[in-house]
């Protein structure tokens, strides 16, 4: 596709309950990012992936996040026992830079999963 | 770990007015990206910044980057009603809060 890919656009879940969140980047990037952002808020970062380096994982607020991502392209976030705290906009980057410093290319972001935890 | 402080949180200003947001740091930028975030959208690259003292416009938006590196600023000549979003610093892997740039027309 042209851009990257979020889905679900839109996810509403009880209190408790596990979701997972979907991101296709665009073809050929290396490194892909997972930023939180609530309402009116900035981005909050979360996780950094970059080939076949480990993870940075350093922005994940809880154990309850977790992320992964298959043969170096689409990735899922996954939220185990969800709070009301983390509704917010998920979103999914991009980018085509090479080596541990890719976030030095520009970001190409997804429109975002919007997630209600009731 | 790194932080980019972002000033003002908000700017409200007449149509044709000018604009400028700054992001400051304690320590030393490799570079700065700036995003644009239309209400309701995501943000969308419009610059990088890697040398001291650098200057670059894009039409009426002209974009520095400090002598030290330390500190950047975006400028908007003339503001329109299609600049109204947030606009965000960025480096490395960590955002400024952004301004939310609003205009009354």
């Known amino acids: 596709g042209a851009g990257v890919s979020q889905s679900p656009s839109n996810k509403v879940t009880e209190k408790g309950k596990d979701v997972e969140l979907r991101c296709d980047p665009i073809?050929?990037?290396?490194?892909l990012y997972w930023y939180r952002q609530s309402l009116g808020q900035g981005l909050e970062f979360l996780i950094y992936f970059q080939g076949n380096s480990a993870p940075d994982k350093s922005g994940l607020p809880s154990d309850r996040f977790s992320a992964e991502r298959t043969g170096g392209s689409v990735s899922t976030l996954t939220i185990q026992r969800t709070q009301q705290e983390d509704s917010a906009v998920y979103l999914c980057?991009?980018?085509?830079?090479?080596?541990?410093?890719?976030?030095?290319?520009?970001?190409?972001f997804g429109n975002g999963t919007r997630l209600t935890v009731t | 770990g790194q932080q980019v402080m972002q000033i003002p949180q908000y700017q409200h200003v007449q149509e044709g007015e000018d604009f400028t947001t700054y992001c400051n740091s304690s320590?030393?930028?490799?570079?700065i990206q700036w995003y644009k975030q239309r209400p309701g959208g995501h943000p969308v690259f419009l610059i990088q910044l890697v040398k001291s003292g650098e200057v670059k416009k894009q039409k009426r938006l002209t974009f520095q980057f400090g002598e030290a590196k330390k500190n950047s600023s975006l400028h908007i000549t003339a503001t329109q009603t299609t600049d109204v979003g947030t606009y965000f610093c960025a480096n490395k892997l960590v955002f400024g809060a952004g301004t939310i740039l609003r205009v009354k027309s």
């Open positions: 980057a991009s980018s085509a830079g090479l080596g541990i410093y890719s976030y030095n290319s520009p970001l190409h």
């Open positions: 073809s050929g990037h290396t490194a």
């Open positions: 320590t030393t930028l490799s570079n």
